[in-house]
């Protein structure tokens, strides 16, 4: 079992950043697919990065490539995502999900842990 704590969510303006965290305690000795989805409203939940922990290979949404960054301390069991350049489209519930795996796992319905989430709001 693993727990996935979020934090890092807030309000910003267009062009702004943030740094969402992960924090995940429990079986985090094992391998992972670990990465960020978000719901935006009226939307499905998408996927937005996927890092692989065993050999830090990296998945990135099209919308997010080039402005977000994921990134993972291994010493202190966290993810990150940079955010930069934020924009009013990125608002949404953001998620940290985890799954057992042996390579990058990038859709939601293949995650087998979640956080409850962040918000995220860009204002225009």
């Known amino acids: 079992q693993v727990q996935l704590v979020e934090s890092g969510g807030g309000s910003v303006q267009a062009g702004g950043s943030l740094r969402l965290s992960c924090v995940a305690s429990?079986?985090?000795?094992?391998?992972?697919?670990m990465g960020w989805f978000r719901e935006i409203p009226g939307k499905e939940r998408e996927t937005v990065a996927i890092v692989y922990t065993g050999d830090e290979s990296t998945f990135y949404a099209d919308s997010a490539r080039g402005r977000f960054t994921i990134s993972q301390d291994n010493t202190k069991n966290t993810l990150y995502l940079q955010m930069n350049s934020l924009r009013p489209e990125d608002t949404g519930m953001y998620y940290c999900?985890?799954?057992?795996?042996?390579?990058?796992?990038?859709?939601?319905?293949?995650?087998?842990?979640w956080g409850k989430g962040t918000l995220v709001t860009i204002s225009a």
């Open positions: 429990g079986d985090t000795a094992f391998t992972y697919s």
């Open positions: 999900a985890a799954a057992l795996a042996t390579g990058l796992v990038t859709k939601s319905k293949d995650m087998d842990y």
